[in-house]
């Protein structure tokens, strides 16, 4: 059997393992899967000049190619999943935005059955249980203070997919939903917030091990009051997502993350919404309209940033080429972390035998050349392949 989907040998690249990089190294593909050894007569890609990272992890994302994971149909939302995966993305949470409880819980039906289906790896709730003072891109009337027994009610609905929360835990009944999310074995992240340093420390005893976009929609630090930020970045059992855009983060800011929390806690992501991969436009963020202009997504009433047209190839380079932050570094936040923090790292997030083959490939100067997803090429490099 031959085929680049079945057994090929991507050999001559630099190739990041979890042990470090490794020059002149080969990743092996056998069906679907990384494997430990080549077969006979397997077709050989040479990779020579370029780099090799596992396929990226997206765990807060609201859309892209023009679509919606907040509305729309099934095929809406594939057409979301295929833009992210032609950057790089091989897994990714459907983010969804505040909306009423009923309709959010028919919603999760949808993506429960997709995530079902394997095209993405389930869902995270980002509202209605978050501050109206820090609501950012979410409709304030439909804001409201997290109560278990809806919390739960949404996790039903989901059929298991469920993966993360976002909540304002300082609200009433946020310890209480913090505590049944880590019961059920889904992320409470700590986001849209108005806590104080001390109230954020309860919310992480409680069960919280995600920062949602650390630094927006949250207090800004301060000496006297340092407010959240200080105590998600100086816990150890907070993962921070980061926004590396150039837009929502200052450079400073990411390198003070990474500094201070360490590689091993940053998770990038995208928060991502429809113009993604797309373009600038007019589009709709849940029931509130979004204008994007050069790239920057804003609410037509307010101006608040609504999320971002990020692809996580692009988050890459950045952070490579523009942060100078060590490859290794990056991959470990951009794969490995979430798929930790998600239950999946035995089956993707590192370039391991026996997980699935989802890989990026990418040129000297970290453009993107290549993707493959589960053993087949999204995006195929345009090189020569000798058998």
Not at 117 to 140: D, T, Y
Not at 259 to 271: E, S
Not at 320 to 347: C, F, H, M, R, W
């Amino acid at each position: 059997m031959s085929g680049s989907a079945h057994s090929t040998v991507l050999s001559g690249a630099r190739v990041v393992l979890p042990t470090g990089t490794v020059a002149g190294g080969r990743v092996i593909v056998d069906g679907d899967r990384i494997a430990g050894s080549a077969r006979e007569g397997a077709e050989i890609v040479d990779l020579t000049g370029h780099w090799i990272v596992p396929g990226f992890v997206d765990m807060h994302n609201h859309g892209g190619g023009g679509a919606s994971f907040t509305s729309g149909t099934a095929e809406d939302v594939l057409q979301g999943v295929r833009t992210h995966r032609a950057h790089g993305t091989t897994t990714l949470v459907a983010s969804t935005v505040t909306g009423d409880l009923d309709e959010l819980a028919r919603r999760a039906g949808l993506l429960a059955e997709l995530t079902q289906a394997g095209e993405i790896a389930g869902i995270h709730f980002e509202g209605p249980f978050i501050n109206p003072c820090r609501k950012g891109a979410h409709k304030e009337d439909l804001l409201r203070d997290p109560d278990p027994a809806e919390v739960r009610k949404l996790i039903d609905a989901a059929h298991g997919a469920a993966r993360m929360f976002t909540l304002a835990t300082e609200l009433p009944g946020g310890l209480d939903s913090v505590r049944l999310l880590a019961e059920h074995g889904v992320i409470a992240a700590i986001g849209h917030t108005d806590a104080s340093y001390e109230q954020t420390r309860a919310a992480i005893d409680a069960g919280a091990t995600v920062a949602t976009h650390l630094f927006n929609a949250m207090p800004a630090l301060a000496h006297r009051e340092p407010g959240p930020i200080a105590a998600l970045l100086e816990d150890e059992r907070i993962t921070v997502e980061l926004i590396n855009d150039g837009t929502h983060l200052h450079p400073a800011a990411l390198e003070l993350a990474f500094h201070h929390a360490g590689a091993h806690r940053v998770a990038l992501i995208t928060d991502a919404m429809d113009a993604a991969g797309f373009g600038d436009g007019t589009y709709h963020l849940g029931p509130l309209e979004v204008e994007v202009r050069g790239g920057v997504a804003r609410l037509v009433e307010g101006g608040s940033i609504a999320g971002s047209t990020l692809t996580l190839d692009t988050a890459f380079k950045r952070s490579v080429t523009l942060d100078k932050l060590p490859v290794e570094s990056v991959v470990q936040a951009i794969s490995a972390n979430p798929a930790k923090l998600l239950g999946l790292y035995d089956e993707v997030g590192s370039l391991e035998p026996g997980k699935y083959a989802d890989l990026v490939v990418l040129d000297a100067a970290f453009d993107l050349k290549g993707v493959m997803r589960r053993g087949e090429w999204v995006v195929s490099p345009a090189l020569r392949e000798a058998v």
